[in-house]
């Protein structure tokens, strides 16, 4: 019983080491097919390893341009090493796959591999570069002749404004191709280009030398938008944006009083990161009173000039000239249905105002607020204001930006019906170095008279009068000043009427 034991262990152990050494040879048997590059020649070395005695194959060769049988119904051994010298390689260097095809036992069978057939130094060249652009188009037309260019597996079109840094990727080209159309999108700047080719064996990158190119095209900037114009303090600043590409400069072009032609006001404003601008015009070329137009215009690198923004106006005042109020305020109304307050202004001193506001304090009030629409453009002399009550009363100033006049002579509105009597209006007369100031007697009884000026901010009474008299002579007139009086008129039942109008003597 022993004997058969050790000859079954024996047999196990036979057949193990068998199988390791079968594993072993497996995981360290060369490759089926190879190809060595070697003195211009490729070697191909085939171990079929297949068990008949022989086999009958076919050698393709494929390079990127073609896939060409180069051997037909090769009879070779079935298990042993075959070589196949290809000679073509010698004048023909190139990256090459062979692939070797057979039929076994009714079983296609392929096996393939690829070689660099090519001298180790040699390297790819991009030579006889053209770079010209399409005259009038944004197209810069590219085209190089490509030395050794089997070996250049794809290309890269390299772009930058700089000669030797700044290179952006624009394109990437197979590695046969000789030509390519780039769009820019700036006109007469310098643009470079430099191509570069990635080999098939290796990670190393080659690079041709740089060629520029200046683009000359037409390129129309987009119109200026959002364009405004303000005084401030003596300057007028005209502010616009523009996030157009396009535009890398801007001018300001400005005329007087709505006449001629606009004409240039600034040097070139160069665009910024902002796409904010703004431009002040001096107050060595500005008129007091004046009307000035603005418009402005893009300029993009080609030289071309945008459409003209929209028309902006500001009508300048001196800062320095002193603000009058106006004066003489008084309520119109038509059918007692619209109220309006209107006002006298003097023309020429008007031109210095921007606006009028207008400030109300009714009977009980303490103070003047100003009217919700209180503020008037300068060229007006009315407001519409809601039906006035008794003891309403009104005053107003202009104004100019941060500056403004003292207040008008203020002006109360009585019921014309409860106060619509006494005198209306006075006259004036110089008397032996004296000033008379005269009136005509009402067909009333009058209990008196009380008389008015004006001191600059509000009406002074300064003299109570008997109320049978028609003058009065005052003691407190100062030639060559402004001297403005009111009458007002009281009756028997103390009732005070709406004034006379208001007497101004110089």
């Not at 290179?167 to 197979?174: C, E, I, T, Y």
């Not at 402004?482 to 109008?501: A, F, P, Q, V």
Request: hydrophobic share 35%.
């Amino acid at each position: 019983m022993m004997k058969p034991l050790k000859y079954m262990l024996l047999m196990f152990f036979t057949i193990t080491c068998f199988k390791v050494k079968a594993q072993l040879q497996q995981q360290t048997a060369p490759p089926i097919l190879t190809a060595k590059y070697d003195g211009g020649d490729v070697l191909l070395q085939y171990h079929p390893q297949v068990s008949i005695d022989s086999i009958i194959i076919n050698i393709y060769r494929k390079s990127k341009n073609a896939d060409e049988l180069i051997k037909t119904n090769k009879k070779i051994p079935g298990n042993s090493m075959w070589m196949y010298v290809d000679t073509f390689t010698r004048k023909n260097p190139g990256v090459y796959q062979y692939r070797i095809e057979t039929l076994i036992n009714n079983e296609a069978k392929s096996d393939e591999v690829w070689t660099y057939a090519y001298p180790a130094d040699l390297i790819p060249v991009a030579g006889n570069i053209k770079v010209q652009n399409l005259r009038g188009t944004n197209a810069v037309i590219l085209s190089w002749e490509m030395k050794n260019n089997f070996m250049v597996k794809g290309i890269i079109i390299q772009r930058s404004r700089k000669k030797d840094t700044g290179f952006k990727s624009v394109a990437m080209l197979n590695g046969n191709e000789t030509t390519y159309t780039d769009r820019v999108d700036d006109a007469n700047e310098a643009f470079f280009y430099r191509i570069d080719m990635i080999p098939y064996n290796s990670d190393r990158i080659y690079q041709s030398a740089s060629v520029f190119t200046m683009p000359d095209f037409t390129i129309i900037p987009a119109k200026v938008q959002h364009i405004k114009a303000t005084q401030t303090n003596k300057h007028i600043t005209v502010s616009w944006e523009s996030d157009d590409e396009y535009s890398k400069a801007f001018y300001v072009r400005k005329r007087a009083q709505n006449q001629g032609e606009f004409v240039a006001a600034s040097l070139a404003i160069t665009a910024n990161n902002t796409k904010k601008y703004q431009w002040t015009d001096s107050l060595s070329t500005l008129e007091n009173n004046a009307m000035y137009q603005y418009i402005v215009v893009a300029e993009s690198n080609s030289y071309h000039k945008s459409l003209a923004s929209d028309t902006v106006v500001v009508f300048y005042k001196n800062m320095t000239v002193p603000l009058n109020a106006p004066q003489d305020l008084r309520v119109l109304t038509t059918n007692d249905t619209t109220y309006h307050l209107v006002w006298t202004t003097d023309s020429l001193q008007n031109e210095n105002n921007a606006a009028f506001t207008v400030y109300l304090k009714s009977k009980g009030d303490a103070d003047f607020k100003l009217l919700a629409n209180g503020t008037i453009p300068a060229l007006k002399n009315y407001l519409e204001i809601p039906k006035p009550k008794d003891g309403d009363t009104y005053k107003m100033k202009a104004i100019q930006e941060n500056r403004s006049s003292a207040f008008s002579l203020p002006f109360t509105y009585h019921n014309a019906y409860e106060r619509n009597f006494g005198p209306k209006y006075l006259k004036a007369a110089f008397i032996e170095g004296e000033l008379i100031l005269k009136w005509t007697i009402p067909n009333m009884d009058v209990a008196s008279y009380k008389l008015y000026k004006w001191d600059g901010k509000k009406f002074v009474l300064i003299e109570t009068i008997n109320g049978d008299m028609e003058a009065v002579a005052t003691k407190n007139y100062q030639a060559g000043q402004l001297n403005i009086y009111k009458l007002i008129t009281i009756d028997k039942k103390g009732i005070e009427n709406e004034g006379s109008k208001i007497l101004q003597v110089n």
